[in-house]
């Protein structure tokens, strides 16, 4: 139902789909939120996605808030990178995969191809405490690291952290230049606080998502 001039909506409205439980695997969910102009015509807010693969629905429900990405913005993206992450509160252990990027941009308006790799910075309060980086990929546009970020984090400051992860180009020096970053945890926005939501929801299970690289 439409809700007429509210900022804070509350709509208590339950939807039934039939599926398949081998669906789950394969399909997701895509809300679209609408506002109603005074041509009565739909003016579209943003959306959010959810893989239900990367729910555990039959074990129990999903409850979780989900940020919305602003469908009518221009975002200024260099690639996009795939992660998986999990937290695993036994061992107070949250791992970072880093899968791949692909359709990376490259600084400067470079267009051969450059050797790109990832920095996984854990920040505290914007604070970096911890660093680890893939190997380089060489003259590739579309890497694949498949490689995995372990860190030791307590559970009770698990809520004051976050993820900068960056993908920067390696120079003939060593030094690596910035192309893009992604932020993930309770301090990002849209995405990344999605995926870091989802993570918490379903701890111990890996959870993937791609997400936009904002230029540096």
């Known amino acids: 139902q439409i809700q007429r ?18 669906a789950l695997e394969e399909n997701s969910l895509r809300f679209s939120v609408f506002g109603v102009d005074e041509d009565e015509r739909s003016v ?13 629905l039959a ?14 913005k221009a975002v200024d993206t260099v690639g996009e990178i795939l992660l998986s992450l999990s937290y695993l509160p036994t061992a107070e252990r949250l791992t970072v995969v880093v899968v791949k990027a ?9 267009v051969t191809a450059a050797d790109p790799f990832v920095k996984v910075y854990l920040l ?52 690596g230049d910035n192309t893009g970053h992604v932020l993930i945890g309770p301090a990002a926005s849209g995405m990344g606080t999605t995926h870091w939501n989802q993570m918490l929801a379903t701890l111990r299970k890996p959870v993937s998502m791609w997400h936009p690289l904002r230029r540096n």
């Open 59 to 72: 074990t129990r429900p999903f409850n979780a808030w989900l940020y919305l990405q602003d469908t009518n």
């Open 44 to 56: 579209s807010t943003g959306v959010a996605e959810l893989k239900l693969s990367d729910l555990d």
């Open 124 to 175: 505290q309060d914007g604070r970096k405490i911890s660093k680890k980086k893939t190997a380089v990929k060489r003259g590739d546009t579309n890497p694949v690291f498949n490689e995995a970020m372990i860190f030791s984090v307590p559970a009770i400051v698990l809520q004051e952290l976050s993820l900068r992860v960056t993908v920067a180009e390696s120079g003939e020096d060593g030094r």
């Open 5 to 22: 001039s509210a900022y804070s909506v509350a709509f208590d409205e339950r939807f039934s789909v039939p599926l398949d439980p081998a």
């Open 102 to 110: 692909k359709n990376l941009v490259w600084s400067g308006g470079k």
